[in-house]
């Protein structure tokens, strides 16, 4: 008789594994403070090694902050105009840079 056919075929399973990848990528970029959109894009594209890549990547809140001169708010060290204020900033001294404290939350926006 007839071959049967599998339940489901290689292409459904690897849209299955890309689209598990997406989502955890995202989960995880998201919740390291870096973008959930473009981490999903990544994940997606490279199944099993974009969420690998996001677990690995830096964490936003682990960045020294510096104090902006126009409106004293927080702000990373490396910013070059303070997003709140419009201050443009120069690159901080030592003296300058808070370093990173689990009780400070900034969260950055890309």
Do not use: N
Request: glycine share 10%; charged share 20%.
């Amino acid at each position: 008789m007839g071959g049967s056919r599998p339940i489901l075929s290689g292409g459904e399973v690897y849209v299955a594994v890309c689209l598990l990848s997406a989502l955890a990528g995202g989960y995880i970029g998201m919740r390291k403070g870096s973008s959930l959109f473009v981490w999903f894009i990544i994940s997606a594209l490279v199944p099993l090694l974009g969420p690998l890549a996001a677990a690995l990547y830096r964490r936003e809140t682990e960045e020294a902050l510096r104090i902006c001169p126009g409106c004293r708010r927080a702000v990373r060290h490396y910013d070059a105009m303070c997003m709140h204020c419009g201050t443009d900033l120069s690159y901080p001294q030592d003296s300058e840079l808070i370093e990173p404290d689990p009780s400070i939350r900034v969260r950055a926006r890309l």
